[in-house]
């Protein structure tokens, strides 16, 4: 049995069980701890079936926009070098010609939902390659149970936690696959595929965040949460 794990901001996560990194650590190892409480973040469903511009906007119903400006500003003023927004200009103005469907028309859509500029959507879409500290383990217990477990280690844990959510991607009235991110985050670092896998997302400390966004933009390569979000939707 496949179980899956959603991750929570400064938090380990374990199927439905969520709690500080210790506790989960003697479930996974020994069985002898104890989980309280119940940290899962909000679920919402975003329809393949809607055109990637309106996939966002009714969860964006559920934020408080002011705060989210706010939050999004934390992270810009502490993370991204001023010359970045003004780079980011010419990708604003033609998004298609350098982002690939479904994401660019996701990023306009949130950006309109959110009540944010288009250049910071796009910019905290690439926050992970700038600030990433993340780590996922897999464990077994002794009936071969698995156990896939992940913490994300992100600054601003008490923000970003109030952004969390788990995402059902549906299509044809079906869950395609589900995944756990960010409020205006359109891509995923935790998901899985019903019935196939699960799979995580991490930092490896290889080469300048700069040059994954060149990749991104001028070579258009796909960054690796978009990369996991198809890998979960194929049929393998």
């Given at each position: 049995?496949?179980?899956?794990?959603?991750?929570?901001?400064?938090?380990?996560?374990?199927?439905?069980?969520?709690?500080?990194?210790?506790?989960?650590?003697?479930?996974?190892?020994?069985?002898s701890g104890i989980c309280t409480g119940d940290f899962s973040p909000p679920q919402f469903n975003i329809s393949l079936d809607l055109p990637p511009e309106e996939r966002w906007?009714?969860?964006a119903d559920h934020y408080d926009k002011d705060y989210l400006k706010k939050y999004a500003e934390a992270i810009i003023e502490k993370f991204i070098p001023k010359?970045?927004?003004?780079?980011?200009?010419?990708?604003?103005?033609?998004?298609?010609?350098?982002?690939?469907?479904?994401?660019?028309g996701e990023m306009r859509g949130a950006?309109?939902?959110?009540?944010?500029?288009?250049?910071?959507?796009?910019?905290?879409?690439?926050?992970?390659e700038i600030t990433a500290f993340?780590?996922?383990?897999?464990?077994?217990?002794?009936?071969?149970?698995?156990?896939?477990?992940?913490?994300?280690?992100?600054?601003f844990p008490a923000i970003l936690r109030n952004m969390t959510m788990d995402i059902l991607y549906v299509r044809n009235g079906q869950v395609?696959?589900?995944?756990?991110?960010?409020?205006?985050?359109?891509?995923?670092?935790?998901?899985?595929?019903?019935?196939?896998?699960t799979i995580s997302g991490d930092e490896r400390s290889q080469g300048f965040w700069w040059e994954n966004a060149v990749a991104a933009f001028l070579m258009k390569n796909t960054p690796a949460s978009w990369l996991m979000r198809n890998v979960s939707v194929s049929d393998l």
């Open positions: 049995v496949l179980l899956s794990a959603a991750a929570a901001v400064g938090q380990w996560s374990v199927c439905t069980w969520r709690c500080k990194m210790c506790p989960v650590l003697l479930v996974l190892l020994g069985f906007l009714s969860i010359w970045v927004h003004k780079a980011i200009s010419p990708v604003v103005e033609s998004l298609e010609n350098y982002m690939p469907q479904p994401y660019a950006s309109k939902g959110f009540g944010c500029s288009l250049a910071d959507v796009i910019v905290l879409n690439l926050a992970y993340c780590t996922s383990i897999v464990a077994q217990d002794i009936n071969g149970n698995l156990y896939h477990a992940r913490n994300m280690d992100y600054p395609a696959y589900r995944g756990t991110t960010f409020a205006g985050y359109v891509g995923i670092w935790t998901g899985q595929s019903p019935g196939k896998f």
